[in-house]
Each structure stands twice: as C-alpha cells, then as structure tokens.
C-alpha cells in the first residue's frame, strides 16, 4: 500500500513537472513582450479642443453635443473609446508610437452600432469630419491638436465651425537641472482672443500674446519654492479669462498649458485652462 501511495505520489509530481514545463513553453511561443522603441516609431499625442457643439451623435447611448472622435491613421484605427471635448489621446503625460512615414489621418466621428455587444463602429455618410496628411519622421513626436477654426456657412445657410487640424512637432530637448519648461496653446473658439500666461508667483507675464490656433516656443523657468497660480489673460486685460489653475513643477519635465473652450454656447465649455505633460 505504501508503494501503491508512493508511485501515485511520484506521478503526481511529474504530471506537475510536465504541466508547468509546457506552460512555460505556451508562455514563450504565444506572448511575446513589444517594448514600443520611440527612436524608431513617430511619436503622436492627440488633445480634442473642438468647443463647436455640432456634429454631434444623436445615435448614442448617451446625448453628446459635439463630437466624440475616433482617430485612424493609413486605414488603423487608434483609439478604443471615442474621444469627446477635453481628451487627450493616449493620456495627458504620454505619447502613442506610430509607423513613421507619410501617413493619412481621419478624424471620424464615433457612431456606434448599439444592437452588437460590444458596440462596434458603424459610420454613414458624413461621420468623416477632417483629413489631413503629414509626413512623420522617425524618433520625433508631435501633438495633434483637433479644433474648430473659423465659422463657415453650409448651403442650408446655417453658420457652424469647421474643424481643423494643428499639427505641432514637439522639440523635447530636456531642461536643465532645477529647471522645467512650459509653453501656451490658444486653442479658444474665438479668433480675437490672444492670450498671455500670467505666474502669480513671479507677478508678470511669464508668456505674452499668443494668438488664435498657435503655440509659443517653450520657456525655460527654475522651479519655484512653492506652488505657482497660472492665469489666462486677453491681452489687453489684467483680468484672469480663464479659472485659475496650481501648479507645482517638477524638475527637467516640460509642460503645455491649453486655453480651449468659448464664451457662449454649451455648459462644460466655458473658456478653461488646462495642463498636459509633454516629457
């Protein structure tokens, strides 16, 4: 009997061995680790600024007002959940590696087809709301930035905004030691409004008239003791245009502070000040 328990024992233990040796094996054939090598890919981030309230999706499950976006370069789709007013693709401090080259980018509406689980993109005639094409080289990055530009009028005579493409290559040469970088993005409806960086901290404009659709050269700052208050100002004014946001640096990082939003239409769009991190 001892025996019996001894060969069953011993069976046991190599039916393991085998089982964990062939898991492993399955483990190597069939996952296989891609670390994205940013030297070799274009590197692209994607911030949807478009404040217009219009095209929207009456089909989805939720209203939307404005549009929820998918991106698709040559034909691939980027994105798995559309991206509404204020996202940023893949997230606000990382960029998505991409084959370098010529490559055409469609900003595509994000109709979904609600009868399938898990909803799938089904678009109509007209989801396709900007083309554009650019040529991205290989270890560079760049910031897409998806707007509205100014208002157009439809044969129907109605007055909207039409969408527009800024594409920005990002020099990200690290700052020095003690230091970090920041730069002004005026991405607000209004073609009149130019833009200045107030720092509460330093009491002046640390950044001054930046206009419509446009981004500044990057500023090189030390950091500050204590946590810095940035302002949007119209130029012109001394008045804050924008809510008020803190900001605490970090050392040999770089930054974008977004102006997006409109003085009138939808709640939520409200002219805003926001931060991305760019390295």
Not at 71 to 83: C, D, P, Q, R, W
Not at 184 to 196: C, G, I, K, R
Request: hydrophobic fraction near 40%.
């Amino acid at each position: 009997m001892k025996f019996i328990k001894a060969t069953l024992l011993l069976c046991v233990v190599t039916s393991i061995f085998i089982s964990c040796n062939k898991t492993t094996e399955l483990l190597d054939e069939n996952i296989k680790w891609v670390y994205i090598d940013s030297a070799n890919s274009a590197n692209i981030k994607f911030i949807q600024v478009y404040a217009g309230n219009g095209p929207s999706l009456p089909t989805a499950s939720a209203a939307t007002t404005g549009p929820q976006v998918f991106i698709y370069a040559n034909g691939v789709k980027l994105n798995g959940t559309s991206i509404g007013y204020g996202g940023v693709w893949p997230t606000p401090n990382v960029y998505a590696g991409i084959q370098p080259g010529t490559t055409k980018f469609e900003i595509i509406n994000g109709r979904l087809d609600l009868t399938k689980v898990p909803n799938v993109p089904s678009f109509i005639a007209g989801d396709t709301i900007a083309t554009f094409t650019a040529n991205l080289d290989k270890g560079k990055f760049y910031s897409l930035y998806f707007g509205d530009s100014v208002l157009s009028v439809l044969p129907n005579g109605t007055v909207v905004p039409s969408a527009r493409i800024t594409l920005k290559e990002d020099d990200l040469i690290p700052p020095a030691y003690q230091t970090y970088k920041i730069r002004v993005a005026n991405f607000l409806m209004n073609p009149l409004d130019t833009l200045s960086l107030f720092s509460a901290r330093q009491n002046r404009e640390i950044i001054t008239d930046i206009t419509h659709k446009n981004i500044s050269n990057w500023l090189q700052l030390p950091l500050p003791i204590i946590t810095d208050t940035l302002i949007f100002r119209k130029k012109g004014t001394i008045t804050a245009y924008a809510p008020v946001v803190g900001f605490t640096p970090v050392g040999e990082r770089m930054y974008t502070f977004i102006g997006r939003g409109k003085t009138t239409g939808a709640a939520g769009k409200t002219p805003v000040g926001s931060i991305i991190t760019n390295r």
